[in-house]
């Protein structure tokens, strides 16, 4: 989706256009594309999204930036094996980060929202309906189809923003600061406090190397996991390709608030998620349901049939969108899993949920 509002509201994220000409608002061009009037700098029109990371001038090529995410220089590979191209409900892990953004960032219809490094799109899919307007932008185009036919997308660096200052009211982050250095964590912060509004509040979810109480049962589960995962009992693929990103450059909770401040943000919330309930259900018994219905599918097709992880997650997801049998057990373990933050949610560890609102002064 590519709305007038959009198409209204960007501007060129070229660095030497902003240091002399500001925010410059882009204009359409025949083709339909978009092209800076300032800098020439010229950006394409995609199928659903408006590409702001790929711009080009004549003689002129955009600065590179300090750090490059593995989802953007090996796109290939993380469309190949993470399961993006659909969104289902929010469940499991993703319902407790949905519940935890409904009930710390309390959008309204007045808002406008922008989720910053929105991956697939699942979660501004998941709130466009409580907002005015919802934009996601990621580095790496991996949207799924109903993000692409219902929410303003740009394929943008967070780091350069094309918004103008103060375009936003909220702003969300999930599972995106730990997979950047510290410099581009603060440049990061600091854009998005230019988009939002005197006031605006950021959600984020993100994880430092902080252990917990609890560790010795969180731990003793990825041990499991990865002993099952190379005797080949489950699938650990799409976790370690997710998590060959990590960087982890704040370590400590301090820092984190620190680097928050230094950016002009005061955190007004935060809730820590220990996973006691979360490990066990997400690296063991999730992974043992999907092998078992892969094997039982295979075994029912051909003894030579293979039978990805992409095409059970796919069954799996009609399965729930019926809302019977399968349906009621997700939610069950997703309710199980929200329990981890009722119970331990004081108790520092390195995963949290944190609300911070921009300061009038950096």
Same mark, same amino acid.
Request: glycine share 8%.
């Given at each position: 989706?590519?709305?007038?509002?959009?198409?209204?509201?960007?501007?060129?994220?070229?660095?030497?256009?902003?240091?002399?000409?500001?925010?410059?608002?882009?204009?359409?061009?025949?083709?339909?594309?978009?092209?800076?009037?300032?800098?020439?700098?010229?950006?394409?029109?995609?199928?659903?999204?408006?590409?702001?990371?790929?711009?080009?001038?004549?003689?002129?090529?955009?600065?590179?930036?300090?750090?490059?995410?593995?989802?953007?220089?090996?796109?290939?590979?993380?469309?190949?094996?993470?399961?993006?191209?659909?969104?289902?409900?929010?469940?499991?892990?993703?319902?407790?980060?949905?519940?935890?953004?409904?009930?710390?960032?309390?959008?309204?219809?007045?808002?406008?929202?922008?989720?910053?490094?929105?991956?697939?799109?699942?979660?501004?899919?998941?709130?466009?309906?409580?907002?005015?307007?919802?934009?996601?932008?990621?580095?790496?185009?991996?949207?799924?189809? +109903?993000?692409?036919? $219902?929410?303003?997308? *740009?394929?943008?660096?967070? &780091?350069?923003?094309? !918004?103008?200052? %103060?375009? /936003?009211?909220?702003?969300?982050?999930?599972?995106?600061?730990?997979?950047?250095?510290?410099?581009?964590?603060?440049?990061?912060?600091?854009?998005?406090?230019?988009?939002?509004?005197?006031?605006?509040?950021?959600?984020?979810?993100?994880?430092?190397?902080?252990?917990?109480?609890?560790?010795?049962?969180?731990?003793?589960?990825?041990?499991?996991?990865?002993?099952?995962?190379?005797?080949?009992?489950?699938?650990?693929?799409?976790?370690?390709?997710?998590?060959?990103?990590?960087?982890?450059?704040?370590?400590?909770?301090? +820092?984190?608030?620190? $680097?928050?401040?230094? *950016?002009?943000?005061?955190? &007004?919330?935060?809730? !820590?998620?220990? %996973?006691? /309930?979360?490990?066990?259900?997400?690296?063991?018994?999730?992974?043992?349901?999907?092998?078992?219905?892969?094997?039982?599918?295979?075994?029912?097709?051909?003894?030579?049939?293979?039978?990805?992880?992409?095409?059970?997650?796919?069954?799996?997801?009609?399965?729930?969108?019926?809302?019977?049998?399968?349906?009621?057990?997700?939610?069950?373990?997703?309710?199980?899993?929200?329990?981890?933050?009722?119970?331990?949610?004081?108790?520092?560890?390195?995963?949290?949920?944190?609300?911070?609102?921009?300061?009038?002064?950096?």
């Amino acid at each position: 989706m590519i709305s007038e509002r959009l198409i209204a509201s960007l501007v060129c994220t070229m660095p030497e256009c902003r240091s002399v000409h500001g925010c410059t608002r882009l204009v359409e061009t025949d083709d339909t594309g978009l092209r800076c009037p300032s800098c020439g700098t010229h950006y394409p029109r995609r199928a659903g999204y408006v590409d702001l990371m790929l711009a080009t001038t004549e003689g002129n090529v955009p600065s590179e930036q300090s750090h490059t995410s593995l989802y953007v220089s090996q796109e290939s590979e993380f469309a190949e094996t993470l399961d993006y191209k659909r969104i289902g409900m929010p469940l499991l892990g993703a319902g407790v980060r949905q519940r935890a953004i409904r009930r710390m960032l309390h959008l309204t219809k007045q808002d406008r929202l922008v989720e910053l490094g929105c991956g697939n799109g699942k979660f501004v899919y998941w709130n466009r309906k409580q907002v005015d307007w919802a934009v996601g932008i990621d580095p790496a185009p991996l949207f799924a189809v +109903e993000a692409l036919e $219902t929410v303003d997308l *740009c394929r943008a660096d967070a &780091r350069t923003l094309p !918004f103008e200052d %103060g375009a /936003f009211t909220a702003a969300m982050s999930i599972d995106v600061l730990e997979h950047l250095p510290l410099a581009d964590i603060e440049a990061y912060l600091r854009e998005a406090r230019r988009v939002l509004e005197v006031g605006g509040r950021v959600f984020i979810y993100s994880n430092t190397r902080e252990g917990s109480r609890l560790d010795f049962a969180v731990r003793g589960a990825r041990l499991l996991s990865a002993w099952l995962g190379r005797r080949g009992l489950i699938d650990n693929s799409r976790d370690t390709l997710r998590k060959s990103d990590h960087v982890k450059a704040l370590a400590t909770y301090p +820092e984190l608030e620190a $680097t928050l401040r230094r *950016c002009g943000f005061r955190v &007004r919330e935060v809730i !820590f998620w220990n %996973g006691l /309930f979360q490990s066990a259900i997400e690296n063991l018994l999730v992974k043992i349901a999907e092998s078992a219905l892969r094997r039982l599918n295979k075994k029912a097709k051909s003894p030579q049939a293979e039978v990805g992880e992409d095409k059970v997650r796919s069954r799996m997801r009609g399965r729930i969108a019926r809302r019977g049998v399968t349906y009621r057990a997700m939610r069950l373990l997703t309710e199980l899993m929200w329990l981890d933050l009722a119970l331990f949610g004081r108790w520092r560890a390195g995963p949290y949920f944190l609300l911070a609102e921009r300061e009038d002064a950096a």
